[in-house]
């Protein structure tokens, strides 16, 4: 007898400096591949790379983890789709909007680690707050504590 995985994507979903990356570290490292199109910010086609690099690990049977702000339902739809391609399972990981902590945050951070004030406001201004209708199986709120602890709510399964 042999036991059959289901790989499954993961999607985080937040405004820089919510939580996200802290948590797939925390939570999700051990288990999920890493997508992040931060980690290759010289590409010219971030999108695309960010699809082939799913498509491989949904193809090897990998379960992955996409770690970027995902704020539109568009967004979120094609990484829906390739899941669904590769009959893996779909959880959203939903940071709900708090500016001030994550303005907070990223002028705690430096380097490449720290974005524009803009990009945080233009994520916000974009932030459509995924339904249980939108296609995942699971939805979960996640809330960063004051500890740097993580509380982890579902919303819908």
């Known amino acids: 007898m042999s036991l059959v995985v289901r790989p499954e994507l993961v999607v985080l979903v937040g405004l820089p400096g919510a939580g996200k990356s802290t948590f797939y570290r ?34 090897c049977g990998w379960s992955v983890a996409v770690d970027n702000t995902n704020p539109g339902r568009a967004e979120r739809a094609e990484l829906l789709a390739l899941a669904q391609a590769f009959g893996a399972g779909t959880v959203a990981y939903v940071f709900p909007p708090d500016l001030p902590g994550c303005l907070r945050r990223n002028a705690e951070r430096s380097g490449r ?37 993580f509380d982890v709510t579902a919303l819908a399964e």
Do not use: I, M, W
Not at 29 to 37: C, P
Not at 127 to 145: I, N
């Open 26 to 59: 925390s939570y999700l490292a051990r288990t999920h591949v890493l997508v992040s199109k931060d980690r290759f910010r010289h590409n010219r086609n971030r999108p695309r790379r960010q699809r082939q690099l799913v498509r491989a690990a949904l193809a």
């Open 113 to 149: 680690e720290r974005v524009p004030e803009r990009a945080l406001y233009d994520v916000l201004r974009r932030f459509e707050r995924p339904e249980p209708g939108e296609g995942f199986a699971r939805l979960c709120k996640v809330t960063l504590r004051d500890d740097g602890c």
